[in-house]
Every structure is written in C-alpha cells, then in structure tokens.
C-alpha cells in the first residue's frame, strides 16, 4: 500500500481524519442539548424586576456612572440639578447635589434623563481653556521671514 499520513496506511488514515470530527460534532451537540438545562440564576434580589421601561433604562444609565461621578439630571417634573454619585440600588440611587450639597434620594421613575456633567465643578476648573502651542508663533515668525527674505532677494 501506499503509505500517507506519516506512514500509516491510506485506510488508517480516512479512519483517523474522519472520526474526530465526529468525536468534535457529538460532543459540541451534547454542549447545546445540555445548555438550556444548566441556565444560571441569580441568587441575589430581582434588579429591576418591578420597575417600568422607563425606569430600567434610568436604572441601566446611572450604572454605567463610577460613585463620585457627577450627572446633570433631568427630573419628570421639569426641573434640572447636577449631583455627585453616592450609591444606587434597584429602586432608587442616593446622590449630592452639587448646589446645596445636601444628600437627596431620587426613584428611576422621577428622572426623565441622565447626561454626564461635562463642566467642572469649583474654582479654577474652567473648561475648554485654548492655549496657543509655542510652536506656532516660532513657525509663523519663520514663514514670515523666509517670504521677506525671498521678496527682497528678488
């Protein structure tokens, strides 16, 4: 016989090439069959299990935020305050206002839009300061020169 496959004889080899795929394909169709059955759940409180769309959205946005972060908040009602992130948990998220510094709890439900705060907050903080890069004033000066200089050598 012909030898393939490091050696070994042609039929060994269609035997070998094809039967781990088959070992590959029953063991990942076991792996599904057996996924719907191992599903994992919580042991903790239902996040969320009781309040609105609305309200989950909310709860998913002001997530996303670190403790300390400040968000600018949009109430139902209409009005806007900024407050430093406390703490949340599934109904409500503690939070300090950053006018009266006071501590105020608001529900999902009553908040309307959350935004990161993009101004800073306290004295010198200012944002969006533009400082011209001392490379430009150097460059500009050696443009200006360099045409002065070929005007008067013609």
């Known amino acids: 016989m ?22 590959v394909l029953s063991s990942a169709l076991v792996l599904i069959a057996s ?12 996040s969320g ?8 959205k909310i709860h998913r946005e002001i997530e996303h935020f670190r403790t300390g972060s400040y968000i600018h908040l949009t109430l ?14 599934d109904s409500a998220f503690t939070g300090t206002n950053a006018e009266s510094n006071n501590r105020e709890t608001h529900a999902y439900d009553e ?3 959350v935004s990161r705060e993009k101004d800073y907050i306290g004295e010198g903080s200012e944002s969006h300061v533009r ?7 150097i460059t500009a000066a ?9 005007f008067e050598v013609r």
């Not at 009602?77 to 406390?86: C, F, I, K, M, P």
């Not at 050696?142 to 070929?150: C, E, S």
């Open 76 to 89: 139902a009602d209409g009005s806007e305050r900024t407050v430093a992130l406390v703490s949340y948990d």
């Open 2 to 23: 012909i030898a393939f496959y490091g050696g070994k004889s042609f039929r060994r080899a269609v035997n070998t090439l094809t039967l781990i795929p088959a070992l």
């Open 131 to 137: 400082h011209i890069r001392l490379w430009v004033p």
């Open 35 to 46: 996924a719907p059955v191992c599903r994992a759940e919580s042991g903790g409180s239902n």
């Open 142 to 150: 050696l443009i200006a020169g360099g045409a002065v200089a070929a």
């Open 111 to 113: 908040i309307a839009r």
């Open 49 to 56: 299990a009781n309040l609105g769309k609305h309200a989950r």
